[in-house]
Each structure stands twice: as structure tokens, then as C-alpha cells.
């Protein structure tokens, strides 16, 4: 069981909690967690304390680092995908004091990146990623390198923002439904109230678990193939043709001069604006549309629930001023496609910030409206942080974790 204390409050007393005599008996815990995103690997560090033996653990804070490219960059060298894994890792031996290293727990769970390569490639990385996790000194368990599946994506991200925003435990749990938008797959999940839902719902899109003395069944998928980068993938035709080696991708979302190179899960793509024909919002709103358009299962009852958005849905209505970086902010779903509009009908004014922020809006307009059903005054809160945590699904994967070891219950 868990609670969570805004830091506020831990030091309202008169003594730092180091020297209270009333915190004798604190004990800290620590949890090593790696998100091995598609685009980026990340470690979250979080310390724990138990005030006493009866009292729940609450989270304390966090460490988080990022390294980028993700391991899928090194499919063909998975020895050095390795070595950026071990890079983060000696910055755990600096946050976790020695004496609590065998007993503090190292896991990696890798998400759509290595969920997208051949499974020998992927094993390989994984294998190399264990080795450096046997050779550090941290508590190893079983299966601690792994790919995760799509639903605990979801599942796990809902349970870390609900849990820092304080929907799980008291009175008045009013949960908020979540939207991550990373670089190969995205998730959409929310704790549906009406019984039409469940109902109309695939089987496949619905978890049940337990947390914290309740039963919750949340609607959950993850949509390989969805993410950010992915979809500019789909929306230049790259993903259908077999050798994209040599192979111009043209798109009217891009900039018309443009012609440049990307590489995305160690594969190198050639691609450029559209010379001759259109380019603006129109045109490149039906392109990102085709990635989309009747391939997305419609819950209803989005149109009566509240969301968190984050991920790259923060990182664009940073990049084009909607929110503020630090701040983040409350949008409705027009505001990405007011954006879009305004960015794709004047590309080469903003293509020095990223050539594909049209392509991105608009895919984040489309993705909103015609894949969920969203409508156009739905309101997202975009959120990095809550309480100086990291909105990610690693929280809730570490609180699953404790739970299995049996530091917490
Ligand atoms: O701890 C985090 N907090 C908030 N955003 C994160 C965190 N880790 C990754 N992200 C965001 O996730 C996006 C990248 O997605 P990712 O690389 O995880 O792809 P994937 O989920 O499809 O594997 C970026 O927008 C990045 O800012
Ligand atoms: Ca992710």
C-alpha cells in the first residue's frame, strides 16, 4: 500500500527529517526503473521511506536521466545498446548508498521500439542489457529485462498519474483517463463509469486488476505503430515499400525544398517536400488522415471523461508555444489543429525548429479527432511533472515491482 505526501509537507516540523528524533526509525527504500523507450532510454530512481513497520511506504522523489537514441538504434550493435544502459546505471551507484545496493531492484522494460524488431535482434539487445544488470551491484530479479506488453503501458501510466494526483486512495476518487503519445505506439486509457462501455468494448481493450484494497477495469489498448514518428513513417508511404534505400519520400506537410535524411529504428529514410505539387494544411491534413481514418476503436464515453495528455503531445504544444515548458497547461483538441493550421500554412518560416511540425500537428490533430473520436472542445490537461514526478509508467511499474518483492503491500 501505498501513499503519496506532496514534499511540502514532510518538512512543516522543526527538524530536518536527518535529524528528528521522531524519524529514528525512517527506513528508505529505492527503485531502479528503465523505461527502454523507441526514441530514448531513461532511468527513474525513486526513493521510499517507511515512516514504521505498520505505515505504507510514500514516495519521496525521484532521479531521472535520459540518453538518446533508444536501444532499437543499435539493433545491429546490441554490445553498445548495452553500454548506454550501463552509463545510467553508474548513476544509480551515486543516488542509492552502498549499503542499500543488494537490496535495491533493477528492471528494464522495453516498449514499441523493440516490440517492432525482429524478435532475435530484440532478444539480443535484451541479453547484452542483462548482462550489464548482472554485472552491477543492485538486486537482480527475475525477468528484469523484458519487453512490455502494450496494455501494462497503459495500465501503468493511469496508475502513476492517478496516483500522484491522489485519485487512488480516499475519498473522492474521481480518476482521469491518460493519452501517451510516444515515438512508435500510443495509449489511450480511462476507468469507464457506464455499463454501455463494457459492453461495446472488445474484450482485448479491457484490464482488470487490484490496487490498494479496489477493483478497477480500465479500458486500455495500445496502438502499435501509432506513435509520432511511426505515423510520419506511414503518412510518407515509407512503411508499405520494401527497400527504402535510395527512395525519395515526398509529403505536402513538409517544407517544398526540403530533402534531408532520417534514421528511425536503424533503418535510413530519404525524405523531402513535395517539389511540384501542393503543400499546406489541406493537403497534409488528408495525408496524416489515411494513417488514421477508421482503424481506431471509438469509445463513447471519452466525450464524458477528463484526460492527461503527455509525451509528445506536451513536447508539440511546447515546441509551438500553446504551453509552457515548465507550466504545461490546459488545451482543448482545436487548439492542435488551430496550430497545425497556422504551422503547415507557413512552413518555411518554422521548419528551423523541426521540418516535420506541421506533419506532427496535424497527426496529433487527426490522431485526436478522427482516430479516438475526441470531440473539438474537449479539454486535455498536458502535464510533465506532478508533484516533481515524472508522468510515466514507470512509477507504476515500480509500485508492481515492491508489491512482488514484498517490500510494500
Ligand atoms: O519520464 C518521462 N516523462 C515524460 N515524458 C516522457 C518520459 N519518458 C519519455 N517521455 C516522452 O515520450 C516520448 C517518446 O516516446 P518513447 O521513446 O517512449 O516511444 P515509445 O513509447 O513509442 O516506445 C517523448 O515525447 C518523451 O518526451
Ligand atoms: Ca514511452
Known sequence: IFSHTSPEMWFQGLFPPSVCPANANVDTFYGIMFDAGSTGTRIHIYTFVQRSPDQPLELEGEIFESVKPGLSAYVDQPEKGAETVRGLLEMAEDAVPPSHWKKTPVVLKATAGLRLLAEQKAQALLSEVREVFEESPFLVPDNSVSIMDG???????????????????????????????????????????????LEQTPVDFLASFEMFNNTYKLYTHSYLGFGLKAARLAALGALEKEATDGHMFR???????????????????????????????EPCYSEVLKVVQGKLHQPNEIHRRSFYAFSYYYDRAVDT??????????????????KAKEVCNNVDSYSSASPFLCMDLSYIAALLKEGFGFGDSTLLQLTKKVNNIETSWTLGATFHLLQLLGVSH
Not at 534531408?260 to 535510413?268: L, P, Y
Open 151 to 197: 496494455t501494462y503501458e497503459g495500465i501503468l501510466a493511469w496508475i502513476t498519474v492517478n496516483f500522484l494526483t491522489g485519485q487512488l486512495y480516499g475519498q473522492n476518487q474521481q480518476t482521469f483517463g491518460i493519452l501517451d503519445l510516444g515515438g512508435a505506439s500510443t495509449q489511450i486509457t480511462f476507468l469507464p463509469h457506464s455499463k454501455e462501455t
Open 251 to 281: 509529403s505536402s506537410c513538409l517544407p517544398k525544398q526540403l530533402e534531408a535524411e532520417w534514421h528511425f529504428g536503424g533503418v535510413k529514410y530519404q525524405y523531402g517536400g513535395n517539389r511540384e505539387g501542393e503543400t499546406g494544411f
Open 321 to 338: 508555444d500553446l504551453i509552457d515548458y515548465e507550466k504545461g497547461g490546459v488545451l482543448e483538441v482545436r487548439d492542435f489543429e488551430r
